[in-house]
């Protein structure tokens, strides 16, 4: 059973860059044909896909966020991490990470973390 964790800090300052982390256990990252995807969910909104790195080490990158998200993974720990720069409160939300065989843009879709909150605010 694959199991994914998010870490990273739950406040950040208006500017600055957001940086969570994504440890995956019981499987390999880099494991054939999967997506490792990061998710959104601002308070009182729908799910937003942000971005994912497939199992070649391929991007892919929501067109409304790419200019500020980057996406990298550390195979030798299998964790996958998230950037998202020049943060401002409407990027308040909780973040998961989840790895399916697919781009993963609903629950019920692959594996999922348990998600992380994540506030903007001075």
């Known amino acids: 059973q694959v199991q994914l964790q998010e870490s990273g800090p739950g406040l950040v300052k208006p500017s600055q860059t957001l940086s969570l982390t994504c440890t995956v256990s019981?499987?390999?990252?880099?494991?054939?044909?999967?997506?490792l995807n990061w998710i959104r969910q601002p308070p009182g909104k729908g799910l937003e896909w942000m971005g994912a790195?497939?199992?070649?080490?391929?991007?892919y990158y929501s067109p409304s966020l790419k200019s500020r998200t980057s996406i990298s993974w550390d195979t030798s720990k299998n964790k996958f991490t998230l950037q998202l720069t020049s943060v401002s409160p409407e990027d308040t939300a909780v973040y998961y990470c989840?790895?399916?065989?697919?781009?993963?843009?609903?629950?019920?879709?692959?594996?999922w973390g348990q998600g992380t909150q994540v506030t903007v605010s001075s």
């Open positions: 989840a790895r399916g065989r697919t781009i993963v843009r609903a629950k019920g879709q692959g594996d």
């Open positions: 019981g499987g390999s990252i880099t494991t054939n044909y999967y997506y």
């Open positions: 790195i497939d199992y070649r080490g391929s991007r």
